[in-house]
């Protein structure tokens, strides 16, 4: 049994979390196509380094955890929520 792995290096926008959503879904898309099994992203992928986390703090039924929820379920091309 093999394991494909694919490796995001994406740069940061810290703080544009909208910004770095949509480049995360497009490389988490083209993983996919190429039938990756496990995508790996840069730690704060999606925000950056930023002095206080709690400003870009999204509920648990927000618009990433609802995208990186659906694309693991579906392992289908997925669109932002919001």
Known sequence: MS???AVVQQEIVPGRVE???RKALRFAEQALSQEADIIL???EALIGHTP???DLAE???GPTPALSS???ATR???R???
Do not use: I, N
């Open 76 to 78: 289908a091309p997925l």
């Open 3 to 5: 394991v494909r792995v």
């Open 70 to 72: 659906g694309c693991c």
């Open 19 to 21: 910004v770095s959503r």
């Open 80 to 82: 932002p929520t919001a």
């Open 59 to 61: 509920p648990l039924d």
């Open 41 to 43: 992203f840069p730690e």
């Open 52 to 54: 206080d986390l709690r």
